[in-house]
C-alpha cells in the first residue's frame, strides 16, 4: 500500500504565500505523476498543478505564474509554492501520484487534504 501525507497548510493574508508538502510512502516501487487538486466548498475537484516523473509540469490557468511545482524523486515528494495567494485560492489541497507498488499493483493514489484559506 501506498500512503500520501500533505502538509504545509495554513491561514495567510492576500498576497502572502504557502508552501505544501506532499510525501508519498509505503511499498512504492516507483512514483509516476505526481500533483497537486483543490476542492472548495460546493464546488469540483480541480487541478491546480501537475509534474512528470522527469519534471515536466502542467497549470492550471488561474495559478500560472504564481504557483510552482517541483518534487524530489530521491524522497518521493511533490511541493507546491504559491504565491501571490488570492481569496478565491481557498480550498482544500490534496496531493495524488500515480504510483506502482512492490507487489507490481499500479494504481492513483490520494492524500487526505490540507486546507490553505487565504484572508482577504
Known amino acids: 500500500q501506498v500512503q500520501l501525507v500533505e502538509s504545509g497548510g495554513g491561514l495567510v493574508q492576500a498576497g502572502g504565500s504557502l508552501k505544501l508538502s506532499c510525501a508519498a510512502s509505503?511499498?512504492?516501487?516507483?512514483?509516476?505523476?505526481m500533483g497537486w487538486y483543490r476542492q472548495a466548498p460546493g464546488k469540483q475537484r480541480e487541478l491546480v498543478a501537475s509534474?512528470?516523473?522527469?519534471?515536466?509540469?502542467n497549470y492550471a490557468d488561474s495559478v500560472k505564474g504564481r504557483f510552482t511545482i517541483s518534487r524530489d524523486n530521491a524522497k518521493n515528494t511533490v511541493l507546491l509554492q504559491m504565491n501571490s495567494l488570492k481569496p478565491e485560492d481557498s480550498a482544500v489541497y490534496l496531493c495524488?501520484?500515480?504510483?506502482?507498488?512492490?507487489?507490481?499493483?499500479?494504481?492513483?493514489?490520494w492524500g487526505r487534504g490540507t486546507q490553505v484559506t487565504v484572508s482577504s
Open positions: 509534474i512528470t516523473s522527469v519534471g515536466r509540469t
Open positions: 509505503g511499498s512504492i516501487r516507483s512514483i509516476d505523476a
Open positions: 495524488n501520484a500515480g504510483a506502482l507498488s512492490t507487489g507490481w499493483a499500479r494504481s492513483l493514489y
